[in-house]
């Protein structure tokens, strides 16, 4: 049984969110704990919410997406401990994080002969998966604070760039032939750092060229439309082959 959900348009809708509430919900519990307390407390969700994935046989909407709102917490943590704690300049946890990525799908690749969402149905392959998304979201982290940092983009600069960006995959599948796969995968990396750009300008202070809703607030606004959205994928199994 896949373990995966379907790619649909709400599969695209909760990724995104998923995507910044998980780079606000991170800097929020940075600024409210004690930063290595607030790796250890994500560290261990994560770790708890990836068992519980592997544990049960099926897709299971609740499950799934509680452990990718993990999964993008500490992805942004790890990027944010490189920078902050380690003083690696973002260009250089880019480049890291893009080997890190390349490596897991050249290793699954080697291992499987295929990178198919739709082919999650091994705890081997599972693995696979869940050590790619995890390098997505930490990749796409760094990316992102490149661009609107080091790159002074800003965020809505950011915004921009990467929507077109996210648009070159999509436009290659429907225009040119690109595969399902490497056009899922390309666009999947992407959505990382355009909804982290998005959730950081609408937190951001008006200094900095955002709308000043502050980090938690933007938390909890995100966090209730991937409930909605994630009640209704669960309810209607619109995202379930």
């Given at each position: 049984m896949s373990k995966v959900p379907e790619v649909t348009v709400y599969f695209w809708i909760i990724k995104l969110l998923t995507t910044g509430m998980g780079e606000?919900?991170?800097?929020?519990?940075?600024?409210?704990?004690?930063?290595?307390?607030?790796?250890?407390?994500?560290?261990?969700?994560?770790?708890?919410?990836?068992?519980?994935?592997f544990w049960v046989r099926r897709y299971a909407a609740w499950i799934y997406w509680t452990a990718i709102v993990m999964v993008s917490v500490f992805g942004t943590m790890a990027a944010d401990v490189a920078h902050v704690g380690l003083g690696v300049p973002y260009l250089t946890s880019t480049l890291v994080f893009l080997g890190v990525l390349?490596?897991?799908f050249a290793i699954w690749y080697a291992s499987e002969k295929?990178?198919?969402?739709?082919?999650?149905?091994?705890r081997r392959r599972e693995g696979f998966y869940w050590a790619t998304v995890l390098a997505t979201f930490a990749l796409g982290t760094a990316a992102g604070d490149m661009t609107a940092g080091t790159m002074a983009l800003g965020y809505l600069g950011s915004i921009g760039m990467f929507a077109a960006v996210m648009?070159?995959?999509a436009l290659g599948r429907w225009k040119f032939g690109l595969g399902a796969i490497p056009a899922f995968w390309c666009a999947y990396v992407v959505t990382r750092p355009?909804?982290?750009?998005?959730?950081?300008?609408?937190a951001a202070s008006a200094r900095h060229s955002g709308l000043g809703l502050g980090t938690g607030p933007v938390s909890l606004y995100w966090l209730i439309a991937i409930v909605g959205f994630v009640s209704y994928v669960a309810v209607s199994r619109r995202d379930v082959a």
């Open positions: 606000t919900l991170s800097d929020y519990l940075a600024h409210l704990l004690d930063p290595v307390t607030a790796v250890g407390v994500a560290g261990v969700a994560l770790l708890v919410t990836v068992v519980v994935q390349a490596a897991v295929t990178l198919s969402i739709h082919s999650i149905y091994t648009a070159v995959p355009l909804g982290a750009s998005i959730a950081d300008w609408m």
